[in-house]
């Protein structure tokens, strides 16, 4: 099956039996290999990207349900080779550890930071609920988008 | 494992509402029920979960036919008409979150979305998948359960209204027929602001199937209950709506209840199991807690 959809802003196109995973897409033909496979089941989100916006994991979405459907991915959030704000605090903060989850956390908190500009700790915690980190250091990834949310707001980055 | 098995399924995308219950039929009279495709949550997982296809003499087995209702608009969108409220079937719980309608009026469904997985699967998930593969541990029916919702279901017959009572059978059985599409769901509005109660028990907050979850929608009037709808989770083969419980406590006023026999109808409602999640103990437990907490958000002293 042909589907046409939107990766980061590009239009591509894929031809790929429909229920093939939209993780496979993007690992596979597309060459988009930022975003990690883990569980493979829903669980762990390591495969999240942005399907218009939010966050979904994409091990569970057939990319026979892709057609005319934005989606983001980690390649997506540096613009012209400069890292986005969420990216660089990852880096300073020391929320990026063994790297495995990070593309994941990035997507989460970038799609939660879209929608509140100032969240609280509670509301990072809730957004990247679905995020498990291997190493288990949390406080670091969510001191990470809180200094994220400042900078943004400071207009410290323009978001991607 | 049979991932490599999802490559061999056909899917298909349809227009409207028609010609998929055409479909329906079509592969029902064929004995080869279509697989309707929305979040993929459950359905994609098992997947994955089951024993490769069998391949037969001269070849694999038919893959089982696909329709993607993720986006059929027949199938989508909330509405509020009077003091009714329609979900569409494809709607997910990330909409309902975010939906004004749902909040002003159906809380608990708001509150209850925000315990279905974490935000990648609410985002996914759908109200009609939950209602379709039927599982006891279903946080989105036990909710429905307790608004006494009824499910609209449409078939090349025509349409049909299935009560929450009706539609779970057994395990992961639904009363609906292998022709016919779940549509929406439609729920009675309690008054506004009327009292509600969500409690979902599980080993964590975020992507924790529930060991028991208790949805209430209740109205009280001048200390008795003039509504009383349960809807509990885990806690049975099907969703348990207790009915005892709810016999109980609109018999007499809430404040004239006992702890003692709140409890003997509880147990008389459910038969947990010992599973990989929790003890039928431990599930007897919470449920005497989470239902005498209900009341007593309600006014009785229990």
Not at chain 1, 116 to 133: F, H, K, Q, T
Not at chain 2, 150 to 159: A, F, K
Not at chain 2, 163 to 183: H, N
Request: proline share 6%; hydrophobic share 45%.
């Amino acid at each position: 099956m042909k589907v046409s959809l939107v990766v980061n802003g590009s239009p591509r196109e894929v031809d790929l039996p429909p229920l093939s995973r939209l993780l496979d897409a993007l690992r596979g033909p597309l060459g988009l290999t930022g975003t990690k496979e883990g569980c493979a089941e829903g669980e762990c989100g390591a495969c999240t990207v942005l399907l218009d916006g939010d966050p979904v994991n994409a091990c569970l979405v057939a990319i026979g349900q892709c057609e005319g459907r934005r989606v983001t991915t980690v390649e997506g959030l540096a613009c012209a080779g400069h890292l986005s704000p969420l990216q660089r605090c990852f880096v300073e903060e020391g929320g990026a550890q063994c790297g495995i989850c990070t593309p994941g956390m990035l997507l989460s908190a970038e799609a939660l930071l879209a929608r509140s500009p100032d969240p609280s700790e509670l509301e990072v915690r809730e957004a990247l609920a679905g995020n498990l980190c291997r190493c288990t250091g949390y406080q670091r990834i969510v001191e990470s988008v809180r200094a994220a949310a400042a900078l943004r707001r400071g207009g410290g980055g323009a978001a991607p | 494992m049979s991932l490599a098995d999802l490559r061999l399924f056909e899917m298909r995308h349809v227009a409207g509402l028609g010609p998929l219950c055409e479909i329906m039929a079509e592969r029902a009279a064929l004995g080869a029920p279509v697989t309707l495709l929305a979040g993929g949550t459950d359905w994609v997982v098992e997947q994955e979960l089951r024993p490769p296809l069998e391949v037969a003499a001269g070849g694999p087995a038919a893959p089982p036919l696909v329709v993607d209702v993720s986006r059929l608009s027949d199938l989508r969108g909330i509405s509020l008409s009077g003091d009714t409220l329609r979900v569409g079937a494809a709607t997910t719980y990330l909409e309902m979150l975010r939906s004004d309608a749902i909040a002003a009026r159906a809380p608990l469904l708001a509150r209850m979305s925000r315990d279905v997985g974490a935000v990648q699967i609410q985002a996914r998930g759908t109200l009609g998948g939950n209602l379709a593969t039927a599982s006891p541990a279903a946080d989105g029916v036990a909710a429905l359960a307790a608004y006494d919702a009824t499910v609209v279901v449409q078939s090349v017959r025509g349409e049909r209204r299935i009560p929450m009572s009706a539609l779970q059978t057994g395990y992961k059985r639904t009363s609906r027929a292998p022709d016919e599409v779940i549509v929406a769901v439609e729920i009675a509005l309690p008054a506004p602001g009327s009292p509600w109660y969500w409690r979902k028990i599980g080993a964590r907050r975020a992507q924790a199937i529930s060991k028991v979850a208790l949805a209430g929608v209740a109205e009280v009037r001048s200390g008795r209950a003039a509504r009383l709808g349960l809807g509990m989770a885990s806690v049975a083969p099907t969703t348990a709506l207790l009915p005892s419980v709810r016999a109980l406590c609109v018999s007499r006023p809430l404040a004239e209840l006992t702890g003692a026999e709140v409890d003997a109808a509880v147990a008389q409602d459910i038969s947990p199991i010992d599973d990989v999640r929790s003890t039928r103990g431990y599930r007897e437990h919470c449920a005497r807690g989470v239902v005498r907490e209900l009341l007593r958000q309600l006014g009785a002293q229990v």
